[in-house]
T-cell receptor, first 113, second 113 residues
Framework: KQEVTQIPAALSVPEGENLVLNCSFT??????LQWFRQDPGKGLTSLLL???SQREQTSGRLNASLDKSSGRSTLYIAASQPGDSATYLC????????????WGLGTSLAVNP | KAGVTQTPRYLIKTRGQQVTLSCSPI?????VSWYQQTPGQGLQFLFE???????NKGNFPGRFSGRQFSNSRSEMNVSTLELGDSALYLC????????????FGAGTRLSVL
């Protein structure tokens, strides 16, 4: 049974810092992995999607890596800004017939001006 | 283009009652998925509908049910509410063939007293 863990659960940093959020999963037979951002009252926004055959994806100040063999993904945020404050969720989609998304509990990020 | 719309945004019910939540997908999206989000369990998949047919179902009791109408709008119903059903219920829609790319609504916050 796939389990997704995110560390740390909460993070508070000063503006301008580079930071890394971690996601680990127990079953390496995945179809893809996604990072989402959740803002209160605004639902979820997909940030990056990494297919199982890919090693990383980049979008602006965000870079996500995937190491399937070790069951790990990291989300790197460069030069953090107060507007980055949100909860970041990692979700894994299984391979084969089971394509449901399995979610981590998230990392709550606060970037302080 | 309007996003995914969920109504109502907030709901308070008492134990034993039933509730119906509504989701209007993005125009042209025929796939709708429902998720339950709680602090302890995170996001958990409830069910997915496509063209009025349930295509996938999560591990929830039969008190949780859903349906999709011919205009792709979807409803989920929870009967005999329990305190543990208090959660944020999220709906996501996607285009046929692009189920990896889901667009989420802001959710319905259900409180069961």
């Amino acid at each position: 049974k796939q389990e997704v863990t995110q560390i740390p659960a909460a993070l508070s940093v000063p503006e301008g810092e580079n930071l890394v959020l971690n996601c680990s999963f127990t079953d390496s037979a995945i179809y893809n992995l996604q990072w989402f951002r959740q803002d209160p009252g605004k639902g979820l926004t997909s940030l990056l999607l990494i297919q199982s055959s890919q090693r990383e994806q980049t979008s602006g100040r965000l870079n996500a890596s995937l190491d399937k063999s070790s069951g790990r993904s990291t989300l790197y945020i460069a030069a953090s800004q107060p507007g980055d404050s949100a909860t970041y969720l990692c979700a894994v989609r299984g391979a084969g017939n089971n394509r449901k998304l399995i979610w981590g509990l998230g990392t709550s990020l606060a970037v302080n001006p | 283009k309007a996003g995914v719309t969920q109504t109502p945004r907030y709901l308070i019910k008492t134990r034993g009652q039933q509730v119906t939540l509504s989701c209007s997908p993005i125009s042209g999206h025929r796939s709708v998925s429902w998720y339950q989000q709680t602090p302890g369990q995170g996001l958990q998949f409830l069910f997915e509908y496509f063209s009025e047919t349930q295509r996938n179902k999560g591990n929830f009791p039969g008190r949780f049910s859903g349906r999709q109408f011919s205009n792709s709008r979807s409803e989920m119903n929870v009967s005999t509410l329990e305190l543990g059903d208090s959660a944020l219920y999220l709906c996501a829609s996607s285009l046929m063939g692009q189920e990896n790319i889901q667009y989420f609504g802001a959710g319905t916050r259900l409180s069961v007293l």
